[in-house]
């Protein structure tokens, strides 16, 4: 299926027409991998580099990838109608800096090619998996569309959730929801009374929220002793990539995660739509700040833990020097 520079890659269905995860070890620079699919579907090949890319599988369809996994730049995918629309988009995009420009790309693809799957796809990335969605655009790409996309399930479960979504805000509160921690014993915000908790949602597959978690070390230490704790619930689907993300990181607070990806649970009912995302709560499971970092967050931490920064000590001159320099 594929041919590349280097030598291990991961698949796994990008929804729930295929949800395999599989390591593929690629020999000589090459690899093949076999999707048993009965329609067109998409795959996600996550690279060494973190760099991952969607392919689409039909039944009797060969597709090859070809490039660098080492290099910047997006790997070329051919074979069947999906993914040449896919690559023609990576080609018009590829060189342009400006995400607020290939969005606005995106938006016209959609609209120019309305019975094509990769326009699913490039919804999903563009305009719901993004920290703030905008709800009313998402509608009306959907309108868009044919009617055969309007029926594919993930579509279908869309439009469900844009019509019964009612969006995190603060002080809203987080209700009690159970997932399994690393040592496979369930856990849940009932188990931090009267503490101050960051609910961090990462994967060990996106480095931009594995980053995230790193920075919140020196947060958890400075405010060990202030009622404040953090709770990391993974989006992962394979087990041994995720505990060994965690020995790597060196994070040591309490980690969860059901392996069911996207469909866990709490992922679902928070309606969690991108990585990182990060939920702060008060010691009454309210919400106080969502998808804030860095200083923002310490900043926010020392307001409700009241711990003050140190005032700069400054040395006072004794009296009677002060009346000597008179």
Same mark, same amino acid.
């Given at each position: ?159 469900? +959730? %844009?019509?019964?979504? $009612?969006?995190?805000? *603060? ?6 929801? #159970?997932? @399994?921690?690393? &040592? ?118 020392? +307001? %409700?833990?009241?711990? $003050?920064?140190?005032? *700069? ?6 009296? #009677?020097? @002060?009346?000597? &320099?008179?």
């Amino acid at each position: 299926m594929g041919r590349m520079a280097h030598d291990t890659l991961y698949i796994y269905g990008a929804d729930a027409l295929y949800e395999h995860f599989d390591t593929i070890v690629a020999t000589n620079g090459a690899f093949r991998y076999t999707a048993t699919v009965d329609t067109v579907t998409p795959l996600w090949v996550l690279f060494p580099n973190m760099h991952r890319e969607m392919v689409f599988a039909d039944k009797g369809l060969t597709t090859t990838l070809q490039g660098d996994t080492a290099a910047v730049g997006y790997i070329h995918i051919l074979g069947g109608e999906q993914n040449a629309l896919l690559d023609q988009f990576h080609q018009l995009t590829d060189t342009i800096e400006d995400s607020h420009r290939v969005t606005q790309l995106a938006d016209s693809f959609i609209r120019a090619n309305p019975y094509s799957e990769v326009s699913i796809h490039l919804l999903r990335e563009f305009f719901v998996h993004q920290p703030y969605p905008n709800h009313t655009k998402i509608k009306t790409l959907i309108a868009s569309m044919s009617g055969n996309l309007q029926d594919n399930n993930y579509i279908r479960l869309l439009r469900q +959730e %844009l019509n019964s979504y $009612k969006p995190l805000g *603060k002080n809203n509160v987080v209700s009690n929801y #159970n997932v @399994r921690d690393s &040592k496979g014993k369930n856990v849940s915000t009932s188990d931090y009374k009267d503490t101050y908790l960051l609910i961090a949602f990462w994967a060990s597959w996106d480095e931009e929220s594995r980053q995230r978690q790193r920075e919140l070390i020196a947060l958890k230490e400075k405010y060990k002793d202030h009622n404040f704790d953090i709770l990391s619930i993974s989006l992962d689907t394979d087990r041994t990539a995720w505990l060994q993300a965690i020995s790597e990181d060196s994070v040591t607070w309490r980690q969860a995660c059901d392996l069911d990806g996207w469909k866990t649970g709490i992922v679902q009912r928070m309606q969690i739509t991108h990585l990182p995302t990060h939920i702060l709560l008060n010691s009454s499971r309210r919400i106080q700040a969502i998808d804030i970092y860095g200083e923002d967050m310490d900043k926010k931490v020392g +307001e %409700l833990t009241k711990l $003050k920064e140190p005032e *700069k000590k400054t040395k006072k001159t004794p009296d #009677n020097i @002060r009346q000597f &320099k008179k």
